[in-house]
C-alpha cells in the first residue's frame, strides 16, 4: 500500500478538460497524461459518467493512470457511484420496466442526463472496469463512500459485506435488483440535518468504522446556496464528521482535489 500524500476527488460527470486539469494542477498527472504522483493514493468517489460531454475519455484516462500509479508504487482507487449504475443498467436493460421517473432503464439514465456517445463507445474493458467498483473504502482512518446515504446497510455491516454485496448484485444483472439499488442511490443528505444530522454520523461510522465520511453525491451548492462557480473546498459539517467534496463540476465549478491529510485539521 502507498505510504505518500492522500487525495480524494468527488463526482466527474464527463468533466474530461476539468478532471486533467485537476491532476495537472495537483501534480498527479504530467503533460503527456503520465502519472507523476509517485507514492500517493488518489481516490475518485464515483460518478464518472452522465450531466457532461466526456464520459469515456474520462474513464480511459483514470483507468490508463489507475495502471500507471500501481506501477510507481502510488494507487489511484475509485468507487461505485449512482451514474455509474444507470449507464450500465441503460446498456443492459434498455426499455425494461422500472420504478424510475421515466418508467425504464434506458429512459432513467437519459433523464438523469445520460450521453448517448458514452453508451455508444462502451467497450468490455469499460464493463468489466466498473462492474468490479466497491461501494466503500476505509483510508487512514476516513470512511469513503459516493453517497450521503444510510442505504450502504442493506447491503452489509462491514466494508467488506458492503462490497461483495454489491459486487454480487451487479454480476447478477438483475434487473429488479439493480432498479433496487438506483432507488437506494435517490437518498441523500442522511447527515445534514441540523438535529440529526451529527448523531447519524456517529451511528454510520461506528458500524464501519473512521473517523469522517468523505462523501460525493450531494452537490455543495445545492447545500449551501453558493454560485457553483465559487466552491472550491469541501465542505465540512455534521460536527466535523462529514466532508462533502462533491464540488458540482457539471454545474459550473472548476471542481477541486483535496488532500485528504487536511481534514483532520477542520
Known sequence: MSAGPIFVLGDVHGQYEKLANLFKEAGLMDAKQGWCGGDAQLWLLGDYFDRGPEGIACLDLIMSLQGQATNAGGLLGTLLGN??????AALFFGEEASTGSAGNFYADWLHNGGNEADLDALT??????????PGMALVEGRLLAHADAQFYLRYGHSI?????????LLQARQSTAWDGLLKDFN????FWDPETGADNARTFLGIYGGKQLIHGH?????????????????????????????????LGSPGFIYPLGESSDE
Open 124 to 133: 468490455p474493458a469499460h464493463m468489466a472496469w466498473l462492474l468490479d467498483l
Open 218 to 250: 450531494s452537490p455543495i451548492s445545492r447545500l449551501t446556496g453558493q454560485r457553483p462557480d465559487l466552491v472550491q473546498t469541501p465542505l465540512v459539517y455534521a460536527e466535523g464528521l462529514c466532508i462533502n467534496i462533491d464540488g458540482g463540476m457539471y
Open 83 to 88: 451514474h455509474d449504475v444507470l449507464l450500465l
Open 160 to 168: 467488506p459485506q458492503v462490497n461483495r454485496g454489491l459486487s454480487a
Open 187 to 190: 437518498q441523500r443528505r442522511y
